[in-house]
């Protein structure tokens, strides 16, 4: 088969969640397949080559377009429906990990993985250029031309079957995994805290700054358990995560914040920290409104600490009893979760024992595996 997967996600300057996926996938397919000819394609008005990794291996190639990118995805590929991306490459299967512009002829077989459906549930979360950009690529329309969906986890399966009303029997449920460096032993723990100047004990959430992860709200609620639980006011809150959209409000929460000076704001964590960066602290909280999978929640259990995640979306069914699940939207909730892990070390060993499986559920070997059955089915 020749195969083509799109990885302009790959050429983000700083990875995160969907860029981090299709990585971690591309790299465990080509690690398993040496038959099958893969075409690796990007378009970028500017020379991003040096973003790409280089999957210097005999069975792969990769192809670049160098149009502007509006230009590209709005007029060429969304208007003008050129070029068709299946003949340029000359492939028969086209895997696109996450949504995009794509002209792609009939012929083609379509596979599309859809990470969630925050867009359709809670747009007012998203800017108004995100919001355009969603409704023009028409997503509906997308998936209806797709020959198979991959859905990250049932809960975004139920969602596509609900808001867009792919059929059932069309979409196939595929665990993201979880990278194994994450159930690795600690190291470096005493370099990540003195090259972020952390206090000794701290709680933290990793990931994006946009309205959806409930930031405000962890701001809130750690306010609220400083002021009510005096005896654990030696206990720090740690903010990491790159600038996403209409962060604004987060930072004015953050500035008036009754105890701003025990709230430390890291901006972007570099892949290499993030392990020893979760391993040091004493809770993770994510108290997130809305996830399709939830990559952070399972990479601090994977590093053993205790979880505070939503009692929502697809996250109750990604942690599978490993967390305490809290209402997004009761601070009191958040911050009682807070007190009641710090206050009861049996809970804590009993979210710790249950890890074991987790790599056995959520891992990228099997994950390739069942896309390269889907590519098979197809052909």
């Known amino acids: 088969m020749r195969i083509g997967i799109d990885i302009r996600t790959l050429m983000d300057r700083r990875y995160s969640g969907v860029s981090n996926y299709t990585l971690e996938l591309v790299n465990e397919l080509l690690r398993q397949d040496n038959i099958n000819q893969y075409k690796l394609y990007y378009n970028s008005g500017q020379d991003v080559s040096a973003r790409i990794p280089a999957f210097s291996l005999a069975n792969v190639e990769i192809v670049a377009t160098?149009?502007?990118?509006?230009?590209?995805?709005?007029?060429?590929?969304?208007?003008?429906?050129?070029?068709?991306?299946?003949?340029?490459?000359?492939?028969?299967?086209?895997?696109?990990?996450?949504?995009?512009?794509?002209?792609?002829?009939?012929?083609?077989?379509?596979?599309?993985?859809?990470?969630?459906?925050?867009?359709?549930?809670?747009?007012?979360?998203?800017?108004?250029?995100?919001?355009?950009?969603?409704?023009?690529?028409?997503?509906?329309?997308?998936?209806?031309?797709?020959?198979?969906?991959?859905?990250?986890?049932?809960?975004?399966?139920?969602?596509?079957?609900?808001?867009?009303?792919?059929?059932?029997?069309?979409?196939?449920?595929?665990?993201?995994?979880?990278?194994?460096?994450?159930?690795?032993?600690?190291?470096?723990?005493?370099?990540?805290?003195?090259?972020?100047?952390?206090?000794?004990?701290?709680?933290?959430?990793?990931?994006?700054?946009?309205?959806?992860?409930?930031?405000?709200?962890?701001?809130?609620?750690?306010?609220?358990?400083?002021?009510?639980?005096?005896?654990?006011?030696?206990?720090?809150?740690?903010?990491?995560g790159g600038k996403g959209w209409k962060y604004n409000s987060i930072f004015e929460s953050l500035n008036s914040a009754v105890h701003k000076s025990k709230i430390n704001f890291l901006g972007y964590i570099d892949e290499e920290d993030k392990k020893s960066l979760y391993s040091q602290a004493s809770i993770f909280i994510y108290p997130s409104f809305y996830e399709g999978f939830g990559f952070p929640v399972l990479e601090a259990l994977a590093c053993q600490i205790p979880v505070i995640a939503s009692v929502n979306s697809s996250l109750p069914e990604v942690v599978n009893g490993r967390a305490v699940l809290v209402n997004p939207f009761n601070i009191n909730d958040i911050s009682s979760a807070m007190f009641q892990i710090l206050n009861n070390q049996k809970k804590i060993k009993s979210v710790n024992c249950q890890i074991d499986d987790l790599l056995d559920v959520f891992n990228w070997?099997?994950?390739?595996?069942?896309?390269?059955?889907?590519?098979?089915?197809?052909?």
């Open 66 to 240: 160098r149009f502007p990118n509006k230009i590209f995805n709005y007029g060429l590929q969304k208007v003008c429906h050129w070029p068709l991306l299946d003949r340029f490459l000359d492939v028969d299967i086209f895997l696109m990990p996450h949504i995009n512009f794509a002209a792609l002829s009939p012929n083609c077989k379509k596979i599309i993985t859809i990470h969630d459906l925050s867009f359709l549930r809670y747009h007012h979360f998203f800017s108004l250029r995100k919001n355009f950009w969603h409704k023009f690529i028409g997503v509906k329309n997308l998936l209806a031309s797709a020959d198979a969906v991959v859905a990250v986890s049932e809960n975004t399966k139920r969602d596509l079957v609900e808001l867009l009303n792919v059929p059932a029997e069309k979409i196939k449920v595929i665990y993201s995994g979880i990278s194994s460096h994450f159930f690795s032993a600690s190291s470096n723990s005493v370099d990540i805290k003195n090259k972020y100047r952390l206090s000794e004990k701290y709680f933290l959430f990793l990931g994006n700054l946009e309205p959806r992860k409930n930031i405000e709200g962890i701001i809130r609620a750690y306010d609220q358990f400083v002021a009510k639980y005096q005896e654990y006011n030696h206990y720090h809150l740690v903010l990491a």
């Open 365 to 379: 070997p099997a994950a390739a595996k069942k896309y390269q059955a889907l590519f098979s089915s197809l052909n």
